[in-house]
């Protein structure tokens, strides 16, 4: 059974983003995560990085902006964490820091995000994402219990 690294709280949450955007957020480019619901969690996160690149255009623009190759992107595992200081509804402003078109932000939330740390080496989780949020190494909490988006 896989335990986390001396390093990693096994009570701190991670949240699935998929290539590239987990490397840009890692990287502290993707200062923005767009996302339908708002949060009220202010905490330092761990990035996971989903097992599939992004289906969105955008996407394939951003590798070659930022001169990275989709073969060479960690995929499945833990990349990085990023503090979330602040969510408010986005604007067509975000587009830049949040590293997508202007018809993705439309409507949506602008997770703000600060302090990114990259991995040295990428983590295997124990546990797979189950929704926005999860546990990488315990089951998921109680559902009685309440949950913050």
Not at 29 to 46: A, C, G, S, V
Not at 100 to 107: D, N, R, S, T, W
Request: aromatic share 10%; glycine share 4%.
């Amino acid at each position: 059974m896989m335990s986390p690294p001396d390093s990693i709280d096994p009570d701190q949450i991670a949240l699935g983003v998929q290539q590239p955007w987990a490397e840009l957020i890692v990287r502290g480019l993707k200062t923005l995560e767009i996302r339908r619901i708002n949060t009220l969690r202010r905490e330092r996160i761990l990035i996971y990085a989903s097992k599939k690149f992004s289906k969105y255009p955008a996407a394939e623009e951003m590798l070659k902006r930022h001169q990275l190759d989709r073969e060479e992107l960690v995929y499945g595992k833990l990349v990085g964490s990023v503090e979330i200081v602040g969510s408010r509804l986005s604007t067509s402003e975000d587009v830049a820091a949040a590293c997508v078109p202007k018809e993705l932000i439309a409507g949506n939330h602008a997770w703000e995000l600060a302090f990114p740390e990259q991995f040295q080496k990428s983590l295997d989780v124990r546990f797979l994402p189950y929704g926005v949020w999860f546990y990488p190494f315990k089951r998921k909490q109680d559902s009685r219990k309440k949950r913050d988006s």
